[in-house]
């Protein structure tokens, strides 16, 4: 038999194909109660619970969960994908502050020059048929 985990919180049984919790969580019509089973103060907890209310029925608590789990000391990467996840929701409602957010989190520089247009004006715009005529290139 192989054990393993799989994501946040899940686990996997080759064999007797037993449902962990992601498979639970995904599948329940309800899933306070799942919540409840989880310890608090752990990552799966924050995880799940801050994916609990990043769902449409619970939106409004989307950005308190995350917001708790920032500390001094930096955070982990299940709480930065839920920051992630939480400024993409809400760029229907909020859409400068999405794309502060992917500009700053990704580096972009957008402040380039447009490209010169100087030079194409110098640039022929009509080709010379007479310099690819078969009796011009076999007399070169």
């Known amino acids: 038999m192989v054990v393993g985990t799989v994501g946040q919180g899940g686990s996997y049984v080759r064999g007797q194909q037993a449902i ?5 969580y995904a599948t329940a019509t309800d899933r306070r109660p799942l919540l409840e089973q989880l310890i608090p103060g ?27 789990w920032r500390t001094p000391s930096g955070t982990t990467q299940p ?13 229907a409602t909020n859409p400068q502050q999405t794309l502060a957010y992917l500009t ?6 957008l402040s380039h020059a447009p490209p ?19 009796k011009q290139l076999i007399d070169q």
């Open 20 to 24: 962990g919790f992601i498979e639970k």
């Open 42 to 68: 752990t990552e799966d907890y924050f995880y799940y619970s801050a994916l609990y209310h990043q769902t449409p029925s619970h939106a409004a608590g989307g950005r308190r969960g995350p917001e708790a």
């Open 79 to 91: 709480v930065n994908d839920m920051f992630a996840r939480q400024e993409l929701l809400e760029y």
């Open 104 to 109: 700053r989190e990704l580096g972009l520089q």
């Open 116 to 134: 010169s247009r100087d030079r194409a004006a110098t640039l022929s715009n009509k080709f010379d048929n007479a310099q690819i005529e078969l």
